[in-house]
Structures are given as C-alpha cells and as structure tokens.
C-alpha cells in the first residue's frame, strides 16, 4: 500500500514595499506566494512509494465538508505546520445563510480528525508561531476540545496558557531520552544544527518523550508521541523550516529523520 501525507501550512503570502510618494497616494509593489513547507516535503517524498500533497492553511480553512471528508479518507499521514485552530475549525460556508437558517451548525473537525487517528492515522504537529498555544496565544490548541477538558488528549503535548515561544538567536541543547526509538536511530544528535526557538509544552498523559530541548534549567519536549486507538500522534515542538528550522534543514541527517518518524513500517 502506497504511503499519502497531507501537509498543511509553511506557506505565506508576501505583499511587497509600500511606497508613499504623496500625502494621498500609496502603492504596494510586488507580490509573492513562498513555500517554506517545500523542505520537507522533499524528504518525505524521498520515503518509497509515498505521495505527498502540500497546501496552505488558508486552503484548508476553504475546503469544503466533502472535500475535507476525502482527504481524509485518502491520507496515511497529516501534518499541520503553523496551523491555527480556526484554519482547521471553520469555513466560510459556516457563516453563509446563519439568519435564515432554523439551527446553524457544522461537521466539528476535531471530531472527524480524532476519529481518523483512532482508526489508524498518524496526525503530526510541526512548531511554529501559530502551532501549539503560538504567538501570544493565536495557536490555540490548547483551548481546543482536543486538549480541553477532556482526560483523553489527542496531542503527546500539553499546551500552556498563552504565548509559547522560546527563542534564542544562538541554540539550545538537545538530547534523546529515549535511544530506542525508531525515529532516533542512528542519527548524531550531538550534530544537531543551532535550532532558533520552539513552543513551550509539557508531556500530557501517556505520551512519550523521545527529544527533549533545554532552556535555561528547565528541559522540554522536542519530540514527542502517544497512541490513540490504532492510531498515533506525534509532535516536533521547533520548525522543520524557517526560521526556527533554517539550520535544522541543512543538516545532513534532516531527510533521515524525517523519513524515519514517517515511514510506514514505524506505524
């Protein structure tokens, strides 16, 4: 059976300089739609007889109930890299009609997602600004009904309260704690490139660390996994591309990695 992960986000939009040139006038020159995503990808698809499918989290926010429904039904595999719960919650076709119609609901895709791990997907959270709780909170992951209120968390992490990110413009230390681990083997964790920031989290229960990065004197989950039915979840708490990840991706053993944490045979 051919291996299918879904990507989704690490694409941004660009709009160029403004120049001003009168008190009444502007323009914004140029335009560009950037792939950060496109890194990893490149590895993943290196895994034999994997396909991959890449898109932006605005695409995803847009897809319709069917579309989404198919996508499920085709993917082994899904990523979300700076994904926003509301890109993953909502749809303008939610907001269509609201006073006309008598009740105003929509399928919740936390539920269909969770159901599609508990039969045997692989759902992967990748760091990010907009990844865990993010960027003065804009994340929100952790007040979604995956993590909230609920005993039985879907992600292997627990989001804090907040802003998450914890950046430096020099490194922090990394080690494995757990050596045995597919992912992990035989790869030089000692050669791990400079990593720019990543999303402070904590294990939830029954999760299992695997990385752990050091801030200060405090150590934090890196990368971390728990079962869920006959699926599993899976995080990376720092970017698999810039610019947490600008070094981490030149590293000679980035494709290694990837490809191990991906490979069917793990599941």
């Given at each position: 059976m051919n291996h299918r992960i879904w990507h989704v986000?690490?694409?941004?939009?660009?709009?160029?300089?403004?120049?001003?040139?009168?008190a009444f006038r502007s323009s914004i020159k140029d335009f560009e739609v950037l792939n950060y995503a496109k890194f990893l990808v490149r590895a993943l698809e290196?895994?034999?007889?994997?396909?991959?499918i890449s898109i932006p989290s605005w695409e995803l926010y847009h897809m319709s109930p069917e579309d989404f429904d198919k996508r499920l039904e085709w993917a082994t595999a899904i990523i979300f890299g700076d994904v926003e719960t509301q890109s993953l919650h909502l749809n303008p076709s939610?907001?269509?009609n609201q006073f006309e119609s008598r009740h105003v609901t929509f399928p919740d895709r936390f539920d269909l997602l969770k159901q599609w791990i508990e039969a045997g997907?692989?759902?992967?959270?990748?760091?990010?600004?907009f990844s865990?709780?993010?960027?003065?909170?804009?994340?929100g992951w952790g007040r979604s009904r995956w993590q909230k209120d609920t005993e039985e968390r879907v992600l292997p992490?627990?989001?804090?309260?907040?802003?998450?990110?914890?950046?430096s413009t020099a490194s922090f230390q990394v080690r494995t704690v757990k050596d045995d681990h597919a992912a992990v083997q035989e790869i030089d964790w000692a050669?791990?490139?400079?990593?720019?920031?990543?999303?402070?989290?904590?294990?939830?229960?029954?999760?299992?660390?695997?990385?752990e990065i050091q801030n200060g004197n405090a150590w934090y989950p890196l990368l971390a996994e728990r079962r869920l039915g006959k699926g599993r979840t899976t995080a990376w708490t720092t970017g698999a591309s810039p610019h947490w990840g600008v070094n981490f991706m030149k590293w000679e053993q980035y494709d290694r990695f990837w490809q191990q944490l991906f490979a069917p045979r793990l599941k």
């Amino acid at each position: 059976m051919n291996h299918r992960i879904w990507h989704v986000g690490n694409w941004c939009a660009h709009w160029g300089n403004e120049f001003r040139e009168s008190a009444f006038r502007s323009s914004i020159k140029d335009f560009e739609v950037l792939n950060y995503a496109k890194f990893l990808v490149r590895a993943l698809e290196r895994i034999p007889s994997t396909e991959v499918i890449s898109i932006p989290s605005w695409e995803l926010y847009h897809m319709s109930p069917e579309d989404f429904d198919k996508r499920l039904e085709w993917a082994t595999a899904i990523i979300f890299g700076d994904v926003e719960t509301q890109s993953l919650h909502l749809n303008p076709s939610f907001f269509q009609n609201q006073f006309e119609s008598r009740h105003v609901t929509f399928p919740d895709r936390f539920d269909l997602l969770k159901q599609w791990i508990e039969a045997g997907g692989h759902f992967h959270m990748n760091g990010g600004w907009f990844s865990f709780s993010g960027h003065q909170g804009y994340g929100g992951w952790g007040r979604s009904r995956w993590q909230k209120d609920t005993e039985e968390r879907v992600l292997p992490v627990e989001c804090v309260a907040g802003d998450d990110l914890i950046e430096s413009t020099a490194s922090f230390q990394v080690r494995t704690v757990k050596d045995d681990h597919a992912a992990v083997q035989e790869i030089d964790w000692a050669s791990v490139p400079p990593i720019l920031g990543f999303n402070e989290t904590a294990p939830s229960p029954g999760a299992e660390v695997i990385v752990e990065i050091q801030n200060g004197n405090a150590w934090y989950p890196l990368l971390a996994e728990r079962r869920l039915g006959k699926g599993r979840t899976t995080a990376w708490t720092t970017g698999a591309s810039p610019h947490w990840g600008v070094n981490f991706m030149k590293w000679e053993q980035y494709d290694r990695f990837w490809q191990q944490l991906f490979a069917p045979r793990l599941k």
